[in-house]
């Protein structure tokens, strides 16, 4: 039996991977501080679940003893939640990463998947943005995320299996649910509110629906090691304009959404191909952005989701700020 253990499993994306990989008859460790709520991952016979900190060395370097693959998730996530303690950010982000991803290696595990971000290739005007392009980060927390792929790649030996992947921004329902990024947003305002306000909205921005997302991290952990051992992936669906997305959410909700044009003096564009990870892993997102938006909209009409417009365990600066977290 294939032994995981996952860094954030209980967050957005770990909340669904967790169960996903119990389900295809994995052994799974996760590591989470449980602050967006105790109760996100159900017991499971092979689930054991470790309420702790990333930055507890001693705590990682036990529990990870005999695990197979490493999967670390857990950060600061996003850029308004990272400026939000820049500090934090940085010592959960950068500084605890070489120690982990040298405490994997001496406990010979084998194969190390690090969750990066699209971001971290800056604002680009080429068509394609694939993995071979320069990356131009332009804040601190794509600046650290660019910085923990190098970090990582150094320790790439016959034995240790580094992989980066790096997502779009992620969409859809998941147990531990966030609704502060942009179709969850879109979404949540519309059934809640009837009305979107929308930045700009000539800016691309690609999503990745959660269940692919999830697809895609099994795709690393079952790949052939030589298709893998030192790659970097994108996983992304497509690239829609902010106004494409409205009116998919509109679509979607109902007619008498109203979408309020604003104008934006933030013209940030971001957009990355995936056809690398398609050609050499076959892998190729099966849902649609539109998909994540009626699954939303169904948690919210079944009530899975309540008090979605102020509850704090929905958005991470919320919660970040309650509990202040050092």
């Known amino acids: 039996m294939t032994k995981v253990f996952i860094t954030g499993g209980a967050g957005y994306v770990g909340a669904v991977l967790t169960p996903y990989l119990l389900d295809k008859g994995y052994e799974v460790k996760v590591l989470d501080l449980m602050i967006y709520g105790e109760k996100v991952l159900q017991e499971h016979k092979n689930l054991k679940i470790l309420k702790g900190d990333i930055r507890d060395l001693k705590l990682i370097e036990r529990e990870s003893k005999k695990c197979d693959v490493f999967i670390h998730l857990a950060c600061i996530s996003n850029d308004p939640s990272f400026e939000l303690n820049p500090k934090l950010g940085k010592s959960i982000n950068l500084d605890a990463f070489e120690p982990i991803v040298k405490i994997a290696k001496k406990n010979s595990?084998?194969?190390?998947?690090?969750?990066?971000?699209?971001?971290?290739y800056g604002v680009k005007k080429a068509q394609n943005v694939n993995e071979e392009m320069n990356l131009e980060p332009i804040t601190d927390y794509s600046r650290?995320?660019?910085d923990c792929e190098k970090i990582l790649l150094k320790y790439l030996s016959k034995d240790f299996i580094p992989i980066i992947i790096r997502p779009a921004t992620v969409c859809g329902y998941s147990p531990r649910q966030r609704l502060d990024v942009v179709v969850n947003i879109l979404t949540n305002l519309a059934f809640h509110k009837k009305?979107?306000?929308v930045?700009?909205?000539?800016?691309?921005?690609?999503?990745?629906?959660i269940h692919d997302m999830v697809r895609a991290y099994i795709s690393?952990?079952?790949?052939?090691k030589k298709l893998v051992s030192g790659q970097i992936f994108n996983a992304g669906f497509e690239n829609q304009?902010?106004?494409e997305l409205a009116l998919l959410v509109k679509k979607v909700i109902g007619d008498n959404v109203k979408i309020k044009k604003i104008?934006?003096?933030?013209?940030r564009s971001y957009h990355i191909s995936s056809k690398k990870i398609e050609k050499i892993l076959g892998f190729k997102a099966e849902k649609t952005i539109e998909d994540a938006v009626i699954e939303l909209k169904n948690a919210f009409v079944t009530?899975?989701?309540?008090?979605?417009?102020?509850?704090?365990?929905?958005?991470?600066?919320?919660?970040m700020n309650n509990i202040n977290l050092k």
């Open 199 to 209: 930045f700009g909205g000539d800016q691309l921005r690609p999503n990745i629906h």
């Open 263 to 267: 104008k934006s003096n933030d013209d």
């Open 303 to 319: 009530k899975k989701l309540n008090d979605t417009l102020s509850n704090e365990f929905y958005f991470n600066i919320k919660r």
């Open 109 to 120: 595990i084998s194969r190390f998947i690090y969750a990066s971000s699209s971001s971290v």
């Open 144 to 146: 650290f995320k660019a």
């Open 195 to 197: 009305e979107i306000s």
């Open 241 to 243: 304009t902010v106004n």
């Open 220 to 224: 690393l952990i079952e790949a052939e």
